[in-house]
């Protein structure tokens, strides 16, 4: 089984490109700081998702653009949380809130939930046309802002409900990892056969 740690790596250098790729210079330092926190001392998450659609897929650009979609979008979720927990830090830093501003917090995680959109339609159009990413993610999303807004309302009053709640508001984005996968051409059968059924 290979490490998922070098795909991890591999997913820290992709993810500095396309921040680096970022035109505004504010958005550019905002998503810097939804992943490395100051940078001074760069505070990078887990990126399990990202970097176990690498370890899923084969070679190729297209495998880095989903899996930097999939942490943007779960980066995205990361900050609200943060706002709406009233959380202070996230990894030992201030939390986005905390260092701009609440409704800048707000703003911003629609500023990345609509590039990794639009990542995700780069992809559908450069393959068989069919928006597969798209609908995957769209429905996934769903599922983990609907199993969200449950725990705020506490609509949760046994252990199945609770399990249930958290298969969708955790398990969503790891399932979509299997789903993409599934959609990158190059995917390594062998790696993928080992963890996809577990994914879903």
């Not at 504010?26 to 998503?31: A, G, S, V, W």
């Not at 399990?48 to 084969?58: C, E, M, P």
């Not at 969200?148 to 609770?162: A, D, G, P, T, V």
Request: neutral net charge.
């Amino acid at each position: 089984m290979l490490s998922i740690d070098k795909f991890r790596y591999e997913l820290q250098n992709e993810i500095e490109i396309f921040i680096n790729s970022i035109s505004d210079e504010q958005q550019r330092n905002q998503m810097r700081f939804v992943f490395c926190g100051d940078c001074k001392t760069p505070t990078w998450g887990s990126l399990a998702r990202g970097s176990l659609l690498l370890l899923l897929s084969g070679g190729g650009s297209v495998r880095n653009l989903l899996a930097i979609a999939i942490e943007v979008i779960h980066h995205a979720s990361l900050i609200v949380d943060d706002q709406i927990d009233k959380a202070h830090t996230r990894r030992g830093k201030a939390a986005f809130w905390v260092k701009y501003s609440p409704e800048e917090c707000i703003l911003f995680s629609h500023v990345m939930v609509s590039m990794a959109i639009t990542d995700l339609v780069t992809f559908d159009r450069s393959h068989d046309g069919v928006n597969h990413a798209q609908s995957y993610t769209l429905e996934a999303m769903r599922h983990m802002f609907d199993a969200e807004l449950e725990s705020r309302q506490m609509l949760f009053y046994n252990l199945e409900i609770y399990l249930s709640r958290a298969r969708r508001k955790t398990g969503s984005l790891y399932g979509l990892v299997g789903q993409l996968a599934g959609l990158i051409p190059t995917t390594v059968i062998s790696n993928r056969n080992s963890c996809v059924s577990a994914l879903q």
